[in-house]
Every structure is written in structure tokens, then in C-alpha cells.
């Protein structure tokens, strides 16, 4: 079982950086495929970046490309999310989900809710115009 805990969320303005963590426990991450999602108010939850256990292959979301980088550290068991230009529009509670280990689906397939099997409590993100 791995659980997972999102941190690193807040308020800020437009234009600004936040860089959110995702720290697992219960078993090591090396072995697990890593993405990120978003909801806001309303809305469904969408996907935002995904990292792949094997060769750290990256997948983004047409609205986080240029602007969000996602990273992982298996030493520490923990996976990042580098926000920069922050709009408006990225305000939501950010998750992070992580897929059983050695997922084998296609990087595409780690934009789906159904790949994963481990989610966080999420973390707020709160943009200012």
C-alpha cells in the first residue's frame, strides 16, 4: 500500500511560482508511475503531468506545457511540481496520484484517472489576478 501526501500549495499572484511535493510512504516510488491532477470548484478532476517509473518519460497537459515541470527523487520517494506563471485559471486542489508498480500502459494512457491507484488529499493552489 503507498500512501500519499501532496504539500507545498498556497496563495499567490499571477504570474508567480509554486512548487508542490508529493511524499509517498509505505513502500519505495522507484517502481511507480507519477501524475499530477487538478480540480476546481465545478469542474472534473483533469490531468496535469505525469512522470514514468522506467525512464522518467514526462506527459503534460496542453495547459501546464512551458509552464510546469514535473521531477521525481526515488531516494526521497518524492515527486514534484514546478508551477511557474501562475494564472488565474490554475487555481484548483492539486493531487497527486501514483499507478501500481511498472505500469506498462503508454505515456498518453498516464493522462487518464482510471491509471492510477493511489491518490493524495491534495493540496490547495489559490492564484490572484
Known amino acids: 500500500q503507498v500512501q500519499l501526501v501532496e504539500s507545498g500549495g498556497g496563495l499567490v499572484q499571477a504570474g508567480g511560482s509554486l512548487r508542490l511535493a508529493c511524499a509517498a510512504s509505505?513502500?519505495?516510488?522507484?517502481?511507480?508511475?507519477m501524475g499530477w491532477f487538478r480540480q476546481a470548484p465545478g469542474k472534473d478532476r483533469e490531468f496535469v503531468a505525469a512522470?514514468?517509473?522506467?525512464?522518467?518519460?514526462?506527459y503534460y497537459a496542453d495547459s501546464a506545457k512551458g509552464r510546469f515541470t514535473i521531477s521525481r527523487d526515488n531516494a526521497k520517494s518524492t515527486t514534484y511540481l514546478q508551477m511557474n506563471s501562475l494564472k488565474p485559471e490554475d487555481t484548483a486542489v492539486y493531487y497527486c496520484?501514483?499507478?501500481?508498480?511498472?505500469?506498462?500502459?503508454?505515456?498518453?494512457?498516464?493522462?487518464?484517472?482510471?491509471?492510477?491507484?493511489?491518490w493524495g488529499q491534495g493540496t490547495q493552489v489559490t492564484v490572484s489576478s
Open positions: 509505505g513502500r519505495t516510488l522507484s517502481s511507480h508511475s
Open positions: 496520484a501514483a499507478t501500481f508498480p511498472y505500469y506498462s500502459g503508454t505515456l498518453r494512457g498516464m493522462g487518464r484517472l482510471t491509471a492510477y491507484d493511489y
Open positions: 512522470i514514468s517509473w522506467s525512464a522518467g518519460s514526462t
